[in-house]
């Protein structure tokens, strides 16, 4: 199954996947129509966040994905209704964005981490093997 997700400087050595930090979870939206991704883009781009791109990808290749890398998939159907404020905001983005965005690759190993998802990244290796991920998802 095809899902959409979105992808920041798509095609670079700086791409990266938007998440949603909800209380200590980080979550990657798995829109099942495309129409709902570029919705949720452009939502993005209103509120001077970096514009994404939208991509299909295969559902169970970004869900191990997210797996791998410590976020949640989080589907969100055709029709989606949320009920509570945090489902709100899988239709919805956040007001606010970290201002980070790109890796730090010269930093201290304490202080590597992908900006704006919270997860450590230990060394250079951990950095490779993200990026082999990422590009084997494209």
């Known amino acids: 199954m095809q899902v959409f997700v979105l992808l920041f400087n798509a095609g670079t050595e ?3 996947i938007h998440t949603i930090q909800i209380g200590d979870r980080n979550l990657v939206l798995l829109f099942e129509q495309e129409d709902d991704a570029t919705r949720y883009s452009l939502l993005l781009e209103a509120q001077d966040f970096p514009v994404p791109t939208v991509e299909a990808m295969d559902k169970a290749e970004i869900e191990e994905f997210c797996k791998d890398a410590g976020y949640e998939g989080q589907f969100v159907p055709s029709g989606f209704v949320p009920k509570t404020d945090a489902e709100r905001l899988l239709l919805a983005p956040p007001e ?3 201002e980070e965005t790109n890796w730090r690759i010269d930093s201290t190993p304490e202080e590597q ?3 704006g998802l919270g997860s450590e990244v230990g060394s250079d ?3 490779e093997r993200i990026r082999r991920k990422l590009e084997g998802l494209l």
């Open 113 to 115: 981490t992908e900006p």
């Open 125 to 127: 290796e951990e950095l």
């Open 14 to 16: 700086n791409e990266g």
């Open 96 to 98: 606010a964005n970290l």
